[in-house]
């Protein structure tokens, strides 16, 4: 006789089928299928209730729990009362508690939140998240001020690996994006250009937008979705596994240490890197304007030359120092108060990439709003 004939003993009595569950229920054993049950449910065409038996029951674990919770599922959705006598301590409590659980699931999906509760969950939300920038903010501020100072703890060493990380590291993708971006702007100029034969403006055209603003903001959406999300992943982690509590344990401040190094690299950094990507993205317009438009390569780079000014040059460089502050907050701040959970890192990270790339384009529509009033 197979095992799965001497787990159970079945008998009928006015329309209830009752189970004798029997013998050892675990993991190392095998456990019969449901459609065993349910074949002698079909038998028994009148049955309006089951009753489990557990007198004779030598061992359990999870699988017997398992089993009955499908079992209970399949005769609910027929309509059988189920019932129980005699189960070991323990065995009833669990099954009703996976059942409670998984109605409770049920309920929350097909009860939609009220729109007032979610409109004041996400107001309040958006005010504890104010709170948090702006005690960040205070804490890196009060982290400089013990830099200047010389009282602040300060990793000289660690500052010069991220300012490779955050420099030489990026150098070759800054690169590419960088002349891609300047050959795109050639060929749109290019198009209108020629409709007046003004084909040598492109070097006008590519090299104000390149030194400008284009070079700043596309460094900022690499290094955001880069170092950004690098920064946030890292200290993410950390905060998962308590690493920044045991600093604070030790009488170190996590801002001091882990942030403001972070900052600093990227300060000194991102001008430097978008200077590099202006000669690119101006490189790649050359390229474009000699080989394809067959613009001479001296009247080009004079025409560039002349152009280009050094108040172009500083509202570039401005725009660099304020991407690079924004991308190391944003980064920072989302790891060192994301969730003790690895889910929780992969949504800090997420969350650092969209809120530097988002800020980043607000701040270069209110940078280049400001110098247009100004003139500059």
């Known amino acids: 006789m197979s095992l799965e004939r001497i787990l159970f003993n079945y008998s009928v009595s006015n329309n209830t089928l009752s189970i004798e569950v ?92 009220p729109f007032l509760a979610r409109v004041t969950e996400a107001f309040i939300n958006l005010n504890r998240g104010v709170f948090i920038l702006f005690d960040f903010l205070g804490e890196i501020a009060c982290g400089f001020r013990n830099l200047f100072k010389g009282k602040g703890y300060f990793r000289w060493d660690e500052f010069l690996l991220l300012l490779q990380r955050c420099g030489a590291d990026a150098l070759g993708l800054v690169s590419l994006i960088s002349l891609l971006v300047g050959i795109i702007l050639a060929f749109v100029g290019a198009m209108q250009l020629k409709l007046f034969g003004a084909q040598i403006y492109i070097a006008d055209i590519v090299g104000i937008a390149m030194v400008r603003v284009m070079g700043a903001v596309m460094t900022g959406i690499i290094m955001s979705g880069r170092t950004g999300a690098s920064f946030a992943a890292e200290l993410g982690i950390m905060q998962a596994n308590e690493e920044i509590d045991a600093l604070k344990t030790l009488g170190i401040n996590p801002v001091e240490f882990l942030v403001i190094p972070r900052l600093l690299a990227l300060i000194v950094m991102m001008p430097l890197l978008t200077l590099y990507a202006n000669l690119m993205g101006i490189f790649g317009g050359f390229i474009i304007s000699v080989s394809m438009l067959k613009l001479n390569p001296v009247e080009y780079l004079m025409h560039t030359q002349t152009a280009v000014k050094m108040s172009n040059l500083w509202v570039g460089l401005l725009h660099s120092v304020v991407f690079g502050v924004i991308i ?13 959970s690895s889910s929780g890192v992969g949504e800090a990270t997420t969350s650092a990439v969209v809120t530097s790339i988002t800020v980043i384009v607000i701040a270069t529509a209110i940078i280049t709003f400001i110098f247009q009033v100004l003139g500059v």
Do not use: M, T
């Not at 190391?328 to 003790?340: K, P, Q, T, V, Y």
């Open 22 to 113: 029997c013998g050892v229920w675990n993991i190392f054993g095998k456990i019969p299928h449901v459609s065993e049950v349910n074949s002698q449910l079909l038998s028994y065409p009148g049955i309006k209730k089951v009753v489990f038996e557990g007198a004779k029951i030598s061992d359990w674990d999870s699988s017997l729990i398992s089993f009955l919770y499908r079992l209970i599922k399949e005769c609910k959705a027929k309509g059988i009362e189920v019932g129980y006598n005699n189960l070991p301590e323990g065995i009833e409590k669990l099954v009703f508690l996976a059942l409670k659980i998984r109605e409770g699931d049920a309920n929350l999906k097909a009860i939609p939140e």
């Open 328 to 340: 190391a907050i944003s980064g920072c701040l989302r790891g060192i108060n994301c969730e003790r």
